[in-house]
């Protein structure tokens, strides 16, 4: 047979040297019985069924026939008074058993309570560490409006160094332009002063025929 545990929602039982329990009795199944009773002497239904069994005691045993009357109305309804203490007498032990292993159920399930609550509190300062961690990671890392700014700027950089790349080209054009513009007017103006000069000389002048 297997070993049976402890159960955490009953108190640890005291062992006395001279009063020893049955060993056909099962203590949870009395429980769950005492707990049964307890519940039921706390409903309207054994309100009013144990009204009409005393009310139908004291007529009977009031107004009925005297030989048939087994608690006479002389003898102080002795009978119903010994019934009613037994009852008293058994139900305040079974409600107060049921109350202590509600009780019980109470501490185990406050402690329960207290733990859950105690790892939700963990579990929430962890995220918590965790997002502030991640938002300090996020700070340096690169957002999406930076990576825009910055290939912007890069785009207008390039923009700018192909601009200056074109104009430097056109100046240099331009002056390519106008060196060789000059060097034309330079070898036309020396042609010019060449002719000049090959028209002044008198050994070049012709004879006039004889």
Excluded: C
Excluded at 20 to 40: C, D, H, T, Y
Excluded at 69 to 83: A, G, H, M, S, V
Excluded at 96 to 115: G, Y
Excluded at 126 to 147: I, Y
């Amino acid at each position: 047979m297997a070993e049976r545990r402890p159960r955490l929602d009953q108190p640890q039982e005291q062992h006395s040297p001279w009063i020893r329990r049955p060993k056909g009795m099962n203590r949870e199944a009395f429980g769950v019985l005492s707990e049964k009773f307890a519940r039921f002497m706390g409903t309207p239904q054994f309100i009013i069924w144990m009204t009409v069994f005393v009310a139908a005691w004291l007529i009977w045993n009031t107004w009925g026939p005297e030989r048939l009357q087994f608690d006479p109305r002389d003898l102080n309804y002795t009978l119903l008074t010994l019934i009613l203490s037994l009852q008293a007498s058994y139900a305040a032990p079974l409600i107060l058993l049921a109350q202590n292993r509600q009780a019980d159920r109470d501490r185990v399930a406050l402690e329960q309570d207290r733990s859950r609550d105690e790892r939700n509190l963990a579990d929430t300062e962890f995220l918590t560490r965790e997002v502030a961690s991640l938002r300090l990671a996020m700070r340096d890392a690169a957002t999406r409006d930076f990576l825009r700014s910055e290939l912007r700027d890069l785009l207008e950089d390039l923009v700018s160094e192909v601009d200056q790349r074109e104009a430097k080209a056109a100046r240099k054009a331009k002056r390519k332009a106008k060196a060789k513009a000059k060097a034309k007017a330079a070898a036309k103006a020396q042609a010019r002063q060449a002719a000049a000069r090959a028209a002044t000389k008198p050994g070049d002048i012709p004879s006039a025929p004889q």
